[in-house]
């Protein structure tokens, strides 16, 4: 669900995609993104882990944390100097008042 309200997001108010091909044309920082800056990662995270403590797998709590730490590098690395290189202080502002992992629903941007 959340990784359908996250593509609505990107389509309807960044008139793009979360795919590189297609990225979004305007800052996405409505919808999930006004509570945390990467909602889809943090959505297919928790449902790995949730599979993992379902099937009680240790693979899959083992592939849980791979995906993470990919996934924290490829923001860090790629996704975030991107942003900040197509949306200037835009980008920068919505940075100090969002967090990249931690959620915070009483706060909105």
Known sequence: MIALWCVGAFAWIGKGTPAPFDPPRRLVI???????????????ATALAGAALFFRSLGLFAFV???????????LLYEEPTLRRLFGPE????????????PHLGRVH
């Open 65 to 75: 944390s791979g995906f993470l730490l990919v996934t924290h590098l490829f923001v």
């Open 91 to 102: 980008y920068a502002d919505y940075c100090a008042h969002v967090d990249r992992w931690r």
């Open 30 to 44: 409505r919808g999930p993104y006004r509570f945390v800056r990467n909602p889809m990662y943090i959505g297919a």
